[in-house]
């Protein structure tokens, strides 16, 4: 099953782009994995809906009928990493084509976005750096393919 991660990444760092491609290359042992980075606006704070209407418009480009898509929202439920494993693999034998990861912008989502996601997910009750989040999105798909398939990685 194809997995695609989407994102709306507006800033550049060395770390980011190393540790992004170390979990890309991990993941892809497991899985057909791509990661795109969609446009977004330069807006000021003051016209945050054009901003969010946009990447509304960008991402639904790239959505299908046929993709689970999950969201990864401060309002989403709090999985541990198995139940998150587990949530993974019974998507895979879901019939749906391509499971669909999707971090918003830096001011979230549009309420669209969040209706057409089928699950829901909180990383953290902290506030954290788009690429902070990114990184630790890109770790627990690893972790998850590594429970799944009982690689001794995840020790618990």
């Not at 587990?86 to 912008?105: A, D, N, Q, Y």
């Not at 627990?140 to 618990?156: D, F, S, V």
Request: charged share 30%; proline share 1%; aromatic share 12%.
């Amino acid at each position: 099953m194809k997995t695609v991660l989407f994102d709306f990444k507006t800033s550049k760092e060395a770390w980011f782009d190393e540790a992004s491609l170390v979990y890309y290359k991990k993941i892809n042992a497991y899985c057909e994995f791509e990661i795109v980075h969609l446009k977004t606006l330069k807006q000021s704070r003051d016209d945050l809906s054009a901003k969010k209407k946009f990447e509304e418009d960008e991402l639904f480009k790239k959505l299908s009928a046929d993709d689970f898509v999950i969201l990864f929202d401060e309002m989403g439920r709090d999985l541990t990493s198995i139940e998150f494993s587990k949530h993974l693999e019974k998507i895979e034998t879901s019939g749906k084509k391509r499971i669909v990861f999707i971090i918003g912008g830096a001011y979230g989502v549009s309420e669209n976005i969040k209706m057409k996601a089928n699950l829901k997910i909180s990383l953290s009750k902290f506030v954290m750096n788009h690429l902070v989040a990114e990184v630790v999105v890109l770790e627990q798909i690893y972790r998850a393919h590594t429970i799944t398939n009982r690689i001794p990685y995840h020790n618990i």
